[in-house]
């Protein structure tokens, strides 16, 4: 199937099967990106932040100029897989916009269970919040996000202080989150996929972000797809829900007839169709900065 044909298909929610077919295989991202993607700005790859060969991470930087605000983006991959490489296309769209983006590897299942994966995305934020400065990076003006596996990642990140505070940072150092399609608030004891996977928890709600809700949580962006059967909405209805209670600024919004790959392959502009996610998204990273963010 040709690019052109593909990135036609995607723009409609009655080929949930292509799709899942294009990104169960190695070479589905890496296609489009090699279609799609311009790659004309600098690229640091293979850094290591840690001792596992899992512990590498990119940076993604406009051509010029210093001082940018910085995105750490984690993919998602249901805890179980995923590569740095493949995400370039969110990289690309967002150093576009003048942010530099850090994407890290960090380890999965069975190699490790909860809360290592966890733990491994502290310890790259705290890469970036020492070294991004060599690369344009302000590490004053850090922000996460990700997608599905990845924004639980990010979130718990952004919530739950124990894990930054353990690579000797707090989350005052996050200064918003912007979350696609995350289960914030899923039960991972009910799902055979996830259930080895947290084994090791102490309890369920220590798995969840919802959870970790106070009122010292950074502003937060949620967005979701209506028609996402892989992690409901009512995960980012229900974090969402807990952050007004604790007066967080947070704006949630759900993409009608959009599924769980759909809301992430938006970050292709070739793909996005009349999915605004990529301006959303960087409408509420200037608003953080600015303070501006309801």
């Given at each position: 199937?040709?690019?052109?044909?593909l990135?036609r298909?995607l723009k409609f929610t009655?080929i949930p099967?292509?799709?899942?077919s294009?990104?169960s295989?190695?070479s589905g991202?890496a296609?489009?990106?090699a279609a799609l993607l311009?790659?004309?700005y600098?690229?640091?790859?293979?850094?290591?932040y840690?001792?596992?060969p899992?512990h590498?991470?990119d940076?993604?930087?406009p051509?010029d100029?210093?001082?940018?605000p910085?995105?750490v983006?984690?993919y998602?991959?249901?805890?179980?897989n995923?590569d740095?490489?493949d995400?370039?296309?969110?990289?690309?769209?967002l150093?576009?916009?003048g942010?530099?983006v850090?994407?890290p590897d960090y380890?999965v299942?069975?190699?490790v269970r909860f809360?290592?994966?966890?733990?491994?995305?502290?310890r790259a934020?705290a890469?970036?919040r020492?070294?991004?400065?060599?690369?344009?990076?302000?590490?004053e003006?850090?922000?996460?996000?990700?997608?599905?596996a990845?924004?639980?990642?990010g979130?718990?990140?952004a919530?739950?202080?124990?894990?930054?505070?353990a690579e000797?940072?707090d989350?005052?150092i996050?200064k918003g989150?912007?979350?696609?399609a995350?289960?914030?608030?899923?039960?991972p004891?009910?799902?055979?996929?996830?259930?080895n996977?947290f084994a090791t928890?102490?309890n369920?709600e220590?798995?969840?972000?919802?959870t970790?809700v106070?009122?010292?949580?950074p502003?937060?962006?949620?967005?979701?797809?209506a028609?996402d059967g892989?992690?409901?909405p009512?995960?980012s209805k229900?974090l969402?829900?807990?952050?007004?209670?604790k007066?967080?600024?947070?704006?949630?919004?759900?993409y009608?007839d959009?599924?769980h790959?759909a809301?992430?392959?938006?970050?292709?502009?070739?793909?996005a169709g009349s999915l605004?996610?990529?301006e959303?998204?960087?409408?509420?990273l200037?608003?953080?900065?600015?303070g501006?963010?309801?």
């Amino acid at each position: 199937m040709s690019v052109l044909v593909l990135a036609r298909a995607l723009k409609f929610t009655a080929i949930p099967a292509l799709v899942a077919s294009l990104l169960s295989g190695c070479s589905g991202l890496a296609t489009l990106n090699a279609a799609l993607l311009s790659q004309d700005y600098p690229v640091a790859a293979d850094i290591a932040y840690g001792p596992d060969p899992r512990h590498r991470l990119d940076v993604h930087r406009p051509e010029d100029g210093s001082g940018h605000p910085v995105v750490v983006f984690f993919y998602g991959g249901g805890w179980k897989n995923g590569d740095r490489g493949d995400y370039r296309f969110v990289a690309e769209a967002l150093v576009k916009r003048g942010y530099v983006v850090v994407i890290p590897d960090y380890r999965v299942y069975p190699a490790v269970r909860f809360p290592s994966f966890i733990e491994d995305g502290a310890r790259a934020v705290a890469w970036a919040r020492e070294n991004v400065g060599r690369y344009g990076g302000d590490p004053e003006r850090i922000y996460l996000g990700g997608h599905s596996a990845g924004a639980h990642l990010g979130a718990m990140l952004a919530l739950n202080r124990h894990y930054l505070q353990a690579e000797g940072l707090d989350t005052d150092i996050i200064k918003g989150f912007f979350g696609l399609a995350g289960p914030y608030a899923f039960d991972p004891t009910e799902y055979r996929s996830t259930r080895n996977i947290f084994a090791t928890a102490e309890n369920r709600e220590s798995t969840q972000p919802v959870t970790f809700v106070t009122g010292r949580a950074p502003p937060m962006l949620l967005l979701h797809g209506a028609g996402d059967g892989t992690v409901y909405p009512v995960n980012s209805k229900e974090l969402a829900k807990a952050l007004r209670e604790k007066n967080v600024p947070v704006r949630h919004v759900e993409y009608p007839d959009t599924g769980h790959i759909a809301i992430l392959l938006a970050f292709y502009p070739e793909l996005a169709g009349s999915l605004p996610l990529i301006e959303d998204v960087t409408r509420a990273l200037r608003e953080f900065e600015a303070g501006t963010f309801r």
